[in-house]
């Protein structure tokens, strides 16, 4: 990897391993780089710790998405999703544990998966990308059993409801919708576009971060990053960022956005920023906290450069990951 | 009376006693007493008259043999009392001397006696007549013992004549034998001449010498005859190899003669040769094969110092074998070189040394002539040998590449000067005039090889002393030391770590090769972008048929400037920290701002190009100015765009070795901005009235993952566009 493709690479996706003591990431080169936190926020850390332990090329196109299983780390690029055993990623074998793909309709294009998670009622996996449609595969048998088919663009991101069951996805067209999980139809469709208060037509429509917590949901793309009350399907409160926003979450009584823009936004739910962390990628993408693990307590974000920033403190960056 | 008596013998005996004191006693008593008995025998009718008074004796005895005497001698009747001597015993002679002393005495003691009783004159008279006879006889003895004497002497005489002869004879012997010793010693010593011959080894002598030489039967037991013989064979030998040296004279004399002859034939030839040669030249150089010019080169090249003399003598061979368009020739003063070789150089420091002192004294008094010394002393330490290397690089299509090497004598580095020559005319382009100038068209052929600092570590101190503070001041004039010169010149300096243990000729031919080669690529590499550089400032950009697929066959954007820039320039662009902070950009890297237009977008392209283009590919930073302000910084698709130009090499790099890199880069930016500018009036929903951009491009998704980039991948014979 050469100086010029450094300066051009950019981090989509961030996973931490259930033990909490790595964390992988995915760039726009089609590479997983494994870092070993516990050694980089040691004491002794030195630059070398910095570095990942281990990098290695898991797909053709970008890795949109990485997703960490209790076993496995579930990577999905250019339609394919591969799964690494996290066991055998510390011991630095590479070999990929099996590989799935949807089936797709077109075929001049692959479709691109842009969001992963995982159903722990029915231990499934639910996909969505660049063919509009959910796919849902299980996870005991390896087969897809289901596809949603709604959305009239490509899919963003998804979001799991668990009390309730329901699937969330926000796309390229506007809406968020809503799927029961056990009928796989349709329950809602929200198209933020649609309400004054968060629409921002010199942007676009797209949702392209979705979040949820109990009754109230994030969401945020070419709209603005809004607060939503599910039951009354309405917007409570609208947070003035400037760009668009890629990730965003619920952190205790903070919500934590990332966007264009080379800073972490804290917000209160009330709609106001509470503050502005700067960091080192010109524009971010991907945002994650590592809760399993008391003792590497870190926020991670990545974007576009070839560093993923480390919070220990959620209030300054700590240090930086490097490919 | 008696003491009268006593006088007058004293004197006497006095008188005697001095002659011979000792034995002068008892002989002159024999002679005494045989003078007496010859006396007696004299007067023997006398005597008979006195004996018969006298008592016997002694005295009969004497007589006795008086007659005897004279018995034996009857014939002779002369007197001899020579004869009558032999015949006397000395110690009867002093026998007779004692009795007739003590007669005598008794005598006088008798006559004393008669005259003092005064007694008759006939007693006295008669007294002294026996007186008398007695004195007579001591006279006759006091004769005899003088003849005896006298006898004695000539005896002893006589006997000492006889040692005298004997020892005469003794002292001669002793003379010969001497003599004859010291020839013994002489022989002894001898060394025959044979002894220094070498001779064929005993065994060897009887295997070969034939039997009538060899002689076994003889030769055998006597060391002797051995040796002879072997020397005889010797000589034998000897003779049969003068006669075949002779023969071998003679037939070299005959050889030498016509060796002669054969050389006189051919100085008669060269005259025909040179009328030949001189024909040839024409031919050679219509050929372009030059023979005559390469012997000169040789003569001259002698006088080259050894790092130029490698340089040349790698470059020739390497010429000679693999590239039949490299040309090396030697230009500069050969006289001086001449003059400069000859004398045994006198080293530098000591120089240096007897200049410091003089400074020092110097200084006091006249402090403005020290920069004066001490230019004069740089300008010593950076002279170069007046020889120099022209190297000429010819390409295919006929430009040449002009390398000068020079030889800094006192730094022992090797620097280089460049010049280039094209058979077009290049004045064309003006962001061009960096490109083939001749102080920056070499730097960084190894990549960090920038050729201003010298590569030799001791220079260091050597500039120190005559305060030059870098060699960088001086590379306009001198030419660059490049490490790849030195390299090819066989020196090699242990300041850059480890290295390869090659030295001298090997070092200089293990770096030619790739050098020569990056030398042509460096070259062909600036003269393509010049000739790019003159069709982009006319805001073409030339797209090479092999290209063609690489591209849609519709650009509607178009380039409308391209200027270069300054490294501080380049600095102060805003869109451009991101490189300079990732270190990507050098001073030595040329720098270009281009222009692309479409509509009211107008995108800024900063572009970094390395010296080492086309190996390195030109860096594009880009910046957007449609409805605002946008670089790669603030919009993903920016960044994209940049990424699409400046990462993947391989597609754009055309035919080998990749010259048309920069402008497939260029032309792809154009592709990439109407492909931006068309799919961003899709996206924006906002916009009212009239697309500016219509769609043209055939795109299958205008965004695609979660940072929403455009598809700015060219699929070639569908002609659509996608995403990586």
Redesign the interface.
């Known amino acids: 990897m050469g100086?010029?493709?450094?300066?051009?690479m950019?981090v989509?996706s961030q996973s931490f391993s259930p033990c909490g003591r790595f964390l992988a990431a995915g760039n726009?080169y089609g590479e997983i780089a494994v870092f070993s936190l516990s050694a980089a926020l040691s004491p002794d850390a030195s630059e070398a710790s910095q570095k990942p332990i281990l990098n290695f090329t898991a797909h053709d196109?970008?890795v949109?998405s990485l997703l960490s299983t209790d076993t496995h780390l579930l990577s999905a690029g250019n339609g394919e999703i591969s799964a690494w055993s996290w066991a055998e990623l510390i011991k630095k074998s590479t070999k990929a544990a099996w590989s799935r793909k949807p089936s797709y309709e077109t075929s001049?294009?692959i479709p691109?998966i842009?969001a992963m998670i995982i159903n722990p009622k029915d231990n499934s996996l639910i996909v969505g990308g660049?063919d509009n449609n959910i796919h849902i595969m299980d996870m005991e048998t390896g087969t897809f059993k289901s596809v949603l088919k709604g959305h009239t663009d490509?899919i963003?991101c998804l979001c799991f409801k668990e009390r309730e069951g329901e699937i969330l996805s926000g796309g390229?067209d506007g809406a968020v919708r809503i799927w029961d999980s056990r009928t796989n139809r349709p329950v809602h469709c929200i198209e933020v576009f649609k309400y004054e208060e968060c629409a921002r037509?010199?942007?676009?429509?797209?949702i392209?971060c979705l979040a949820t917590d109990s009754d109230w949901m994030l969401c945020g793309g070419g709209p603005s990053l809004s607060l939503w009350h599910l039951r009354s399907m309405s917007p409570t409160s609208v947070f003035p960022l400037p760009g668009c926003q890629?990730e965003a979450v619920f952190y205790q009584d903070l919500i934590m956005s990332v966007g264009?823009g080379p800073h972490v936004s804290h917000c209160l739910h009330g709609g106001t920023v509470k503050a502005q962390i700067p960091c080192t990628p010109?524009?971010l993408?991907?945002l994650a906290l590592n809760l399993k693990n008391t003792e590497h307590r870190v926020m991670t974000v990545g974007g576009?450069s070839h560093q993923i920033d480390v919070f220990t403190n959620f209030s300054y960056r700590a240090f930086s990951l490097s490919f | 009376m008696s003491s009268d008596a006593v006088k007058k013998r004293k004197p006497k005996v006095i008188r005697n006693e001095a002659v011979t004191p000792e034995p002068k006693r008892g002989r002159a008593e024999g002679d005494q007493l045989s003078a007496v008995s010859s006396h007696v025998k004299f007067r023997k009718v006398r005597l008979r008259q006195v004996q018969v008074s006298y008592p016997a004796g002694p005295h009969l005895i004497g007589q006795r043999k008086l007659f005897t005497a004279k018995n034996q001698v009857p014939d002779v009747h002369v007197y001899n009392e020579e004869v009558e001597l032999e015949g006397r015993d000395p110690q009867q002679d002093y026998m007779l001397y004692k009795d007739t002393c003590a007669a005598l005495a008794k005598l006088m003691a008798e006559i004393q006696e008669l005259k003092s009783g005064g007694a008759k004159s006939a007693e006295i008279e008669e007294r002294r007549r026996q007186c008398s006879v007695h004195f007579i006889t001591l006279k006759k003895l006091n004769r005899l013992a003088h003849m005896r004497l006298k006898k004695g002497r000539d005896q002893t005489h006589e006997a000492k004549q006889r040692v005298d002869v004997l020892h005469l004879q003794l002292q001669n012997l002793l003379y010969e034998v001497m003599h004859l010793q010291k020839e013994i010693g002489k022989c002894l010593e001898f060394k025959s001449q044979h002894e220094e011959i070498e001779l064929v080894s005993e065994g060897e002598f009887f295997q070969d010498a034939p039997a009538e030489i060899s002689r076994p039967h003889v030769t055998r037991d006597d060391q002797h005859q051995l040796t002879l013989a072997r020397l005889d064979w010797e000589l034998e030998q000897r003779k049969r190899l003068a006669e075949q040296y002779k023969m071998s004279l003679t037939r070299k004399e005959k050889i030498q003669k016509a060796i002669e002859q054969k050389r006189e034939y051919l100085s008669s030839l060269q005259p025909g040769l040179q009328n030949i040669m001189q024909a040839s030249v024409p031919v050679q150089e219509y050929l372009s094969m030059p023979f005559e010019q390469m012997q000169k080169q040789a003569e001259v090249a002698r006088h080259l110092p050894p790092p130029l003399y490698v340089l040349m003598v790698q470059t020739g061979a390497y010429g000679q074998a693999c590239d039949k368009n490299l040309s090396v020739s030697i230009s500069g003063d050969v006289d001086e070189a001449k003059a400069l070789s000859r004398p045994p150089e006198d080293s530098q420091d000591d120089e240096s040394d007897s200049d410091a002192e003089e400074e020092q004294q110097n200084t006091k008094r006249r402090r403005a002539t020290v920069g004066v010394q001490l230019d004069d002393k740089r300008k010593e330490m950076l002279r170069r040998h007046p020889l120099s290397l022209c190297v000429d690089l010819k390409c295919k299509d006929g430009s040449v590449l002009h390398l000068f090497f020079y030889y800094l004598m006192n730094l022992n580095i090797l620097t280089v000067k460049t010049k280039v020559s094209t058979t077009t005319d290049l004045s064309g382009a003006v962001s061009a005039g960096e490109l083939l100038n001749t102080e920056s068209l070499l730097n960084c052929l190894y990549a960090s090889d920038h050729g201003k600092e010298t590569p030799n570590p001791a220079n260091r101190y050597q500039f120190d002393k005559v305060g030059i503070t870098t060699f960088g001041d001086y590379v306009s004039d001198l030419g660059h030391p490049y490490v790849w010169v030195q390299k090819l010149g066989g020196l090699q300096f242990s300041s850059d770590g480890a290295q390869s243990e090659l030295a001298g000729s090997a070092l200089s031919a293990s770096h030619m090769e790739r050098t020569m080669k990056l030398l042509r690529g460096r070259l062909q590499a600036r003269l393509a972008l010049h000739k790019q550089f003159s069709s982009l400032e006319h805001s073409i950009i030339p797209v090479s048929s092999e290209c063609q697929h690489l591209f849609p066959a519709k650009v509607v954007s178009s380039l409308t400037r391209w200027t270069m820039m300054s490294h501080q320039e380049f600095t102060e662009l805003g869109f451009v920290q991101h490189v300079l902070t990732a270190g990507l950009a050098h001073e030595t890297d040329l720098f270009f701002m281009a222009v692309v237009e479409r509509g009211t977008a107008r995108l800024l392209a900063a572009v970094v190009v390395n010296p080492r283009y086309p190996e390195v590919t030109p860096l594009f930073s880009l910046s957007l100015h449609w409805k605002g302000e946008r670089s790669g910084r603030t919009d993903d698709n920016l960044r994209a765009m940049e990424s699409e130009v400046n990462v993947f090499r391989s597609e754009l790099q055309g035919p080998r070795p990749g010259l048309q890199l920069l402008t497939n880069q260029i032309q792809r930016l154009c592709v990439c901005l109407d492909v931006y500018l068309e799919t961003e009036s899709q996206v924006c929903d906002g916009s009212e009235g009239p697309k500016e951009f219509p769609r043209e491009k055939m795109c299958l998704r205008t965004a695609r993952g979660p940072s929403r980039l455009k598809p700015f991948k060219y699929n070639h014979p569908q002609g659509f566009f996608s995403h990586r």
């Open positions: 100086p010029v493709e450094l300066l051009h950019s989509f726009n196109g970008p949109f001049l294009e691109e842009n660049g490509y963003h390229e037509p010199q942007f676009g429509k797209w392209s890629r264009e010109s524009s993408n991907t576009s």
